[in-house]
């Protein structure tokens, strides 16, 4: 695919990407900025790794990549929450 190409895909599915971020943003603690540029993230890497010779729409596909994308965004800060918390337990 060429640039102009992945850069359609990416302005054409923006609502895509947003409509997931609305889903995500009041079930968890995370700023709405963050989970924006994590979706927006997760949409380039979709439109870069997207396989026109498949049976599969974009927009399919893509929801998939920037999900997993907020997704691991979401696990890491819990265990940034549970260290922190680990550690407040066993200071002085």
């Known amino acids: 695919m060429t640039k102009e190409e992945i850069n359609n895909l990416i302005l054409e599915n923006e609502k895509l990407a947003y409509s997931i971020v609305h889903r995500y ?7 709405y900025e963050d989970l924006k540029s994590t979706a ?4 380039v890497k979709a ?3 997207f396989d026109n010779s498949k049976e599969t729409k974009f927009s399919s ?6 999900e997993n994308e907020i997704l691991m965004v979401l ?4 265990k940034l929450t ?3 918390s680990f550690e407040e337990k066993f200071k002085d």
């Open 75 to 78: 696990r890491s800060e819990q």
């Open 82 to 84: 549970r260290i922190n």
């Open 40 to 43: 927006i993230l997760g949409l």
């Open 61 to 66: 596909y893509a929801y998939i990549v920037i």
């Open 25 to 31: 943003r009041n079930k968890f603690k995370i700023d």
């Open 47 to 49: 439109a870069n790794t």
